[in-house]
């Protein structure tokens, strides 16, 4: 198999966890040493420690549970052992007793491990533009 394939299944699994709200599946995609970038903070979390912590915190205090997440449009770009995985998500979640629904684009660099598999280390979320229709 490919890089660019390992790449693409590395990123599937990822976005399937995050779809299924498995949350140890999900945080076991990215290194320890993950930072994440999201619009809807006021602030990067540097580590997946950080990011797991506010996860738990939106689940007990707001009832967050992810119940839906369809990626789209992906695009990777080999960089040695570092590569960029880019697409649209669009993704349905329940905070609070209600349900949310938001078009985004994202991306997320891997890095290739020793053991050869590929571990997300960052992942940029933004807003997408608007006026732009749906994926």
Do not use: K
């Not at 996860?55 to 997440?69: I, K, M, N, S």
């Amino acid at each position: 198999m490919s890089d660019q394939e390992n790449v693409l299944n590395a990123a599937a699994a990822l976005v399937a966890a995050f779809a299924r709200n498995d949350r140890e599946a999900y945080f076991a995609a990215f290194s320890r040493d993950a930072s994440f970038v999201f619009y809807t903070l006021p602030q990067p979390l540097l580590s997946r420690d950080a990011y797991q912590v506010l996860w738990d915190q939106w689940r007990a205090e707001d009832g967050f549970e992810v119940l839906a997440c369809t990626s789209s449009n992906a695009f990777v770009s080999l960089q040695g052992d570092v590569a960029l995985f880019i697409h649209d998500v669009a993704t349905e979640l329940r905070m609070q007793g209600e349900q949310h629904f938001s078009q985004e684009r994202e991306t997320i660099v891997f890095r290739r491990q020793q053991q050869g598999h590929w571990l997300a280390c960052h992942e940029h979320l933004s807003a997408m533009p608007e006026g732009l229709p749906p994926p």
